[in-house]
């Protein structure tokens, strides 16, 4: 059955099977090599999120960095919130070392415990149901003062509906604050605009952070609230693009971050959250300016965002210890392997593939490149680098040096997450004719092509609000995704193709299956 020749995987970011019909801009783009590789080869959908890859339930959306490192292992490992929700019920967060460093700080130095985060239910990168159990506990400890900086989602939740979680904050604050406690809102800002930058793209984001969340600069309003009404107001920008913004009283900000406070980064989520612990936790920081103000502070992450880095120090709940990746059962086998993307999704088909590793398990096996992204809204270039990436990974496959090699397009993704339905179109259509051109090579190289997604957001860019009228979706999607093999020589018939059994952790043993070689016990079932 196993061909033994070079296998080469394609997931394009974002790119699902629309339930709804709604803002479908997968549906809606011109993909004549997509439309074709599902009608003449064998194709089946996968579960990209819930349970196929380990989040809580089947109402939580799946994403890039769950989503690869299910692709990458060929195992389901629990997640993301699931995974801190499991460390909350069982009490093992709160019983941590970290967590009663932290509270302790504050207790015998008299000083603040601060919260930096995505303030949203989306379960992509954080939950703010995790955020108010977390201050609850530090006033139960006897933590004095909480202040938290905020970062306005509109991306795994709805555009606009920021004012809900500010409000749902409040409230859970209003309900602590006696006299023995003081919990306040201090800052916060778009996620696209402070803080919360990926994959060093764009570091004047995370210096923008610091200075609102560290320094306390920037426009100043009496609450939250009244920014978040206002910025909304006076720029007419969805929550995740609203500029900084800075609580004040008397003139001053409420949360500026000191000397031995303790700071914890409530994201749980890697790929937005390691730049912002790098600035606090790397004692030789240089990437930006700090202008001079560098409190010392007890630091923490919800988890540790990279192992190899060691970042950051301390960490309120062990993230999963994922083993017997596709890349280690390839080293084992001598097979050599080539990973292409840019910046965007560089660390997914990197890093997240290798099980939230940094670094290689062969330096002589492994051969990773990095596309760099243009520093541009992402709806001004909807094409991105799909034509470099397709050259790059042409270049790879003609070289013959590789049996395994993988690309991840952005697009449907990147551009999916604006808004912007016409842009999303456009973005879709870029990584169709890469994929014509892909397949013309795997044809002159004699490859197994393997085309497939993440997650689903180009497919769904509209959805009904509560009152039932039509809205922007800059999420991501529940739809299933695509999973096609070309192959000119041979036909890899699916095993039960038109079930809804298969999810991403499926792909790996697939891989290794046309590979020939033995896939690990603790993996899924092949698809062929």
């Keep these: 059955m196993a061909t033994k020749k070079p296998v080469v995987l394609v997931v394009m970011d974002g790119v699902g099977f629309s339930v709804t019909g709604l803002g479908d801009a997968v549906t809606e783009a011109n993909t004549p090599t997509l439309d074709m590789l599902l009608k003449e080869y064998p194709h089946t959908s996968l579960k990209a999120h819930g349970g196929a890859v380990g989040l809580p339930s089947d109402d939580d959306m799946g994403n890039s960095e769950v989503g690869h490192n299910a692709l990458g292992c060929g195992q389901i490992y629990s997640q993301g919130a699931k995974l801190v929700n499991e460390s909350i019920e069982s009490g093992k967060m709160f019983d941590s070392d970290t967590w009663k460093k932290l509270a302790s700080n504050c207790v015998e130095k008299g000083t603040t415990m601060h919260f930096i985060g995505l303030l949203s239910d989306g379960n992509v990168h954080s939950n703010i149901s995790h955020l108010k159990i977390m201050i609850a506990k530090a006033k139960e400890d006897g933590v004095k003062r909480v202040r938290c900086h905020i970062l306005l989602d509109g991306r795994d939740v709805p555009a606009t509906s920021g004012m809900t979680y500010i409000e749902d904050l409040e409230n859970c604050l209003a309900s602590l604050n006696d006299d023995t406690f003081d919990g306040k809102i201090a800052s916060g800002g778009g996620r696209m605009k402070i803080t919360m930058d990926r994959y060093k793209a764009d570091w004047n984001m995370v210096k923008l952070g610091?200075?609102?969340?560290?320094?306390?600069?920037?426009?100043?309003?009496?609450?939250?609230?009244?920014?978040?009404?206002?910025?909304?107001?006076?720029?007419?920008?969805?929550?995740?693009?609203?500029?900084?913004?800075?609580?004040?009283?008397?003139?001053?900000?409420?949360?500026?971050?000191?000397?031995?406070?303790?700071?914890?980064?409530?994201?749980?989520?890697?790929?937005?959250?390691?730049?912002?612990?790098?600035?606090?936790?790397?004692?030789d920081f240089d990437c930006f300016d700090k202008g001079g103000y560098d409190p010392r502070v007890l630091y923490a992450g919800m988890l540790q965002y990279d192992g190899d880095l060691n970042l950051p120090k301390n960490y309120l709940v062990n993230p999963p210890e994922i083993t017997n990746t596709l890349s280690e059962v390839l080293v084992k086998n001598g097979l050599a392997s080539y990973a292409v993307s840019e910046t965007q999704k560089y660390g997914h088909v990197t890093y997240f593939w290798n099980g939230n590793k940094s670094e290689k398990f062969s330096d002589e096996l492994e051969v990773w490149n990095e596309i760099p992204s243009d520093k541009v809204s992402f709806d001004e270039r909807p094409w991105m680098k799909s034509a470099e990436v397709t050259d790059d990974l042409i270049a790879a496959i003609r070289s013959g040096k590789y049996d395994f090699l993988r690309c991840n397009y952005p697009n449907g993704d990147m551009v999916g997450h604006t808004g912007n339905m016409d842009a999303t179109i456009v973005g879709v259509e870029a990584v169709d004719l890469g994929l014509a051109r892909l397949i013309k090579v795997c044809d002159e190289c004699n490859c197994t092509l393997l085309v497939t997604a993440d997650h689903g957001n180009a497919d769904e860019m509209l959805e009904k609000n509560k009152k039932g009228e039509i809205a922007v979706r800059t999420a991501h999607s529940?739809?299933?995704?695509?999973?096609?093999?070309?192959?000119?020589?041979?036909?890899?018939?699916?095993?039960?193709?038109?079930?809804?059994?298969?999810?991403?952790?499926?792909?790996?043993?697939?891989?290794?299956?046309?590979?020939?070689i033995e896939a690990p016990d603790c993996w899924e079932d092949s698809m062929i």
Excluded: C
Aim: proline fraction near 4%; aromatic fraction near 8%; glycine fraction near 8%.
């Design 210 to 283: 610091w200075d609102t969340h560290v320094k306390g600069e920037g426009r100043t309003f009496a609450s939250a609230a009244e920014a978040y009404t206002t910025l909304r107001e006076e720029t007419g920008a969805i929550d995740q693009d609203l500029p900084p913004f800075v609580i004040a009283e008397n003139g001053e900000p409420v949360g500026k971050i000191k000397d031995d406070d303790s700071v914890i980064l409530f994201n749980f989520r890697g790929d937005r959250a390691i730049e912002m612990s790098m600035a606090f936790d790397d004692d």
């Design 478 to 516: 529940l739809n299933r995704v695509p999973f096609v093999i070309w192959d000119k020589e041979e036909r890899h018939e699916i095993i039960d193709a038109d079930s809804t059994k298969y999810g991403l952790a499926n792909v790996a043993p697939t891989v290794a299956k046309l590979l020939g």
